[in-house]
């Protein structure tokens, strides 16, 4: 029924003479693995290209060979070193209140820096925060050491010159044994209500994210469904940031 509503969902835009824009996030990187050749692989052959958030701590040379090979691959910045700094019950959060805000702001501009040397030109200068959530105060100053856009999961945007955020996530980090790829009926729903949500607040593309490291057979199953779908158009980071609308959401 989930392929229903999604194929419903699409109809409604090209009643609207739209189509509908996806652009894909992948989480998490640091190392070259199986799990990332096969993100490239799928990604590559279907004329995708990623986002891909790497973690500038633990991030090496292997890595920046392999993104230097595959010009889909467009590494940003995640973080420093996915080190929480939160205490439970609170969330999971590296970029917050925890530590003075230069000490965060520096924390990123060491990311950058240290990606710069891994992938010189390649660098996009994006931060994605960790566990897709950071201090408000964060993003004015973002600019300052060189960051033009920052990335989290959620249709509300607080910072509409600069936030480009993804909307429908692969995995089901609450499954009850453990974070499990959704089936592909329940992710193409989740697609298709993101969808939904867009056309109605000015068609903007939305995001999926991926964490290739933590994929089961499902996940990737899933993946491969929607990239299989015809009716979607795949975008770059570069155009979803042009894309978006201007004004708070
Ligand atoms: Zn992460």
Redesign the pocket.
Known sequence: MSQLELETELQTWRVAGRQPQVWWRD??AISLTPELERLTQLTGEAGIDVLL?V?PAYADQALAAFVGQHGHLQPCV??WS?TNHASAPEKKCELGTHRALDVVLSDIERGRQRLAGLFGSRLVPVL?P???RMRDDLAPRLGDIGIKAFSTFTHKRTFPETQVNTHVDVMDWKAPEGAAGKMPDRLQSELAAALGVSRLNGYYPVGLLT?HLVHDEMAWSSLSTIVANTGLAWVSFELAFDSQPRTTS
């Open positions: 989480d998490d958030a973690i995640h973080g996915h994605v960790p566990w897709n964490h």
